[in-house]
């Protein structure tokens, strides 16, 4: 029973470089999310998505853009990294409807380096 | 927009002491809280959720928390702490399902049990 993937678990890109986290679930979740952890700063939605064909920002979108083709995966792209995008990032995933929401599933996270 | 306010980025208790971790919410309409807890080097688990049913909710490990609308507070509490306890808690809290639900998550707090 996997639930949330991550992938890659840990990546060192230097600026300016571009990359995509994947992350894929297979619970057949509606809603995902993304999310980065600092120290101190908990965890901050970076962008989600309510269903195929449908995102939204978050707290904290600049810089990074998200996907959303199928009900599965969730891919979040960093187009030119910078040094303040060094975080662990964290994909979820959860069920819902207008009246009734599911606990959120967390993937084990990627952590991601910049220099 | 909903959001969640942990006091106290910090708690130490001894090992049998009373577990107080404290929540307070803000939302524009019922809400779904949640806690979650993070060991080290991992993701996030669920502790236990509260959902418009009893506004005392039972999680695993021992942990408990109480819904209390006139104070906008959903209180973590354990009986008595055991040194496995030691790990960071989140609360979290959404507005629910629909076209515009996110999951918002506050600072956390980190649990040290001192023997």
């Known amino acids: 029973n996997a639930g949330v993937t991550q992938t890659p678990k840990f990546r060192i890109l230097k600026i300016g470089q571009s990359m995509t986290l994947q992350c894929t679930q297979d619970?057949?979740?509606?809603?995902m999310y993304w999310y980065r952890q600092d120290p101190g700063m908990g965890l901050k939605l970076i962008y989600y998505?309510?269903?195929?064909?449908?995102?939204d920002k978050g707290e904290v979108p600049n810089g990074y853009n998200v996907s959303r083709s199928t009900t599965e995966d969730f891919p979040l792209r960093l187009e030119l990294a910078a040094p303040s995008q060094t975080s662990v990032y964290f994909c979820a995933s959860s069920s819902g409807t207008n009246t009734v929401l599911t606990e959120a599933f967390f993937g084990q996270g990627t952590r991601l380096t910049v220099v | 927009a909903q959001s969640v306010t942990q006091l106290g980025s910090h708690v130490s208790v001894s090992e049998g002491a009373l577990v107080l971790l404290r929540c307070n919410y803000s939302s524009s309409v019922p809400p779904y809280l949640f806690w979650y807890v993070q060991y080290p080097n991992q993701g996030l688990q669920l502790l236990l959720k509260y959902t418009s049913a009893a506004t005392l909710v039972k999680g695993i490990n021992g942990f408990e928390a109480e819904f209390k609308k006139s104070e906008t507070s959903f209180h973590l509490t354990k009986p008595s702490a055991h040194m496995s306890d030691a790990a960071e808690y989140f609360c979290?809290?959404?507005?629910?399902?629909?076209?515009?639900?996110?999951?918002?998550f506050g600072t956390g707090t980190l649990l040290a049990v001192q023997p």
């Open positions: 998505s309510v269903g195929a064909g449908i995102t």
């Open positions: 979290a809290v959404s507005e629910g399902g629909g076209a515009t639900n996110k999951l918002i």
């Open positions: 619970m057949n979740h509606n809603y």
